[in-house]
């Protein structure tokens, strides 16, 4: 097995939102806000190869949503998964698997792109089957008032259609289950949007885990950092709790997709509870 970190392009999203209830003097001493308020926010998704099998986890934005549409976000940097993929020597065709934590735009809008002539949408990854869970395509398909805007038909529908869509199953409840189909774990957690799926890989004697919006940016460590999108923030602080505290105690390896700063890091038990222990490139620890 080896593994790439992919990046799928940098964006800013308002601190406000992204820190909830949490005042702008705490937040942005760790995420600093500019002048419209807006923090730095990365899309890094991550590609695993083993034999045959190349998984991509997430796949940012995409480029097919209108002008407007990208003037909400002030994209920045020249990322994006085509240039990144050909860094490691892969071509989009050669993915034949891509596992989306969830179905929020900024995770899954890569998955699918507008057709030859502009007339419809097809799948980015013409060779590649698209992994979510049922109940989360059920919440994402007929999607609530609030969250509605991050799930988009143009994003998610095609997958269907296209019959490459596959689900996995749910067999573990509360804790991580092994998926012996993709070859690794999964953690459902359900404060953020319903049926989130965090996945964890056993890689080099380390176990690592992809954060998703689990665990944001290293910003949102404290218990109470929790973000506006979430539609069960009072759900959140559990799941979180307990995965921050087995995190500290097994030494994960935390893969931050959306943390334009730091790529991976590691936690410690504290007096104040857990923390952030060390901060690392993907490249100090696995290259």
């Known amino acids: 097995m080896r593994l790439y970190p992919v990046e799928a392009g940098n ?101 699918i792109k507008w057709n030859k002539d502009r007339t419809g949408y097809e799948p980015a990854f013409k060779n590649a089957r698209f992994w979510s869970n049922k109940d989360h395509w059920e919440w994402a398909t007929n999607p609530n008032a609030r969250e509605k805007a991050s799930f988009l038909k143009e994003n998610i529908l095609p997958m269907q259609e296209s019959g490459q869509l596959e689900f996995i199953e749910r067999t573990a409840q509360n804790s991580f289950q092994k998926d012996s189909e993709l070859g690794f774990g999964v953690l459902f957690v359900d404060g953020h949007t319903d049926k989130q799926m965090i996945p964890h890989i056993d890689y080099k004697g380390k176990k690592l885990v992809f954060m998703a919006d689990l665990l944001p940016t290293v910003g949102h460590i404290p218990l109470p950092y929790v973000m506006g999108y979430d539609t069960r923030p009072l759900l959140t602080l559990p799941e979180k709790k307990k995965f921050l505290e087995t995190a500290a105690d097994e030494n994960f390896y935390l893969f931050m997709e959306h943390d334009a700063h730091n790529e991976v890091i590691t936690l410690k038990h504290t007096e104040k509870g857990v923390r952030l222990d060390e901060i690392y490139t993907f490249d100090e620890i696995f290259n």
């Open 11 to 111: 964006f800013k999203l308002d601190g406000g939102a992204m820190f909830g209830v949490v005042p702008k003097s705490l937040w942005n001493r760790t995420n600093p806000a500019d002048s419209n308020n807006m923090i730095d926010i990365a899309a890094r998704c991550l590609l695993i190869e083993e034999g045959d099998r190349l998984t991509l986890i997430d796949t940012g934005m995409g480029d097919k949503q209108s002008d407007k549409f990208f003037s909400y976000y002030y994209q920045w940097g020249d990322d994006s998964i085509d240039k990144s993929l050909k860094k490691h020597g892969f071509h989009r065709d050669d993915i034949t698997d891509v596992f989306m934590t969830h179905l929020h735009f900024d995770h899954c809008g890569g998955s």
